[in-house]
């Protein structure tokens, strides 16, 4: 497969897309769930709560950070996450605003 050519979709069909990827794995949106019913900052339960090595976990949380959604204070030797709520927000309105567009009333087409 190719290169996604990305210079050539507008800055909005590239967040889309970078959102879509980011939240297409089971083990993001656990980590995402978890962290809101806490709502606050978590540290070391994420691997007892969701049942995945930590090495999978640390990447998944890296992923989640690397894309704004999430982010990490150090206390002692460990990293706490909580939602980014500003970025969560744009994402939000981002994604809200793509799946709100209609269909145009029309026959059926296929």
């Not at 806490?38 to 090595?53: A, F």
């Not at 704004?68 to 744009?90: A, D, F, M, P």
């Amino acid at each position: 497969m190719g290169l996604t050519k990305s210079e050539i979709f507008t800055k909005e069909q590239n967040a889309i897309a970078a959102m879509a990827k980011v939240l297409g794995h089971p083990a993001r949106i656990s980590i995402l769930q978890h962290l809101f019913e806490s709502d606050t900052c978590i540290c070391g339960d994420l691997v007892n709560k969701i049942g995945l090595s930590q090495p999978t976990i640390s990447q998944h949380l890296k992923e989640l950070k690397s894309a704004g959604l999430i982010k990490g204070n150090i206390e002692g030797t460990s990293v706490c996450y909580c939602i980014h709520r500003e970025n969560w927000n744009q994402m939000k309105k981002l994604l809200t605003d793509f799946l709100d567009q209609d269909l145009r009333t029309q026959t059926e087409c296929c």
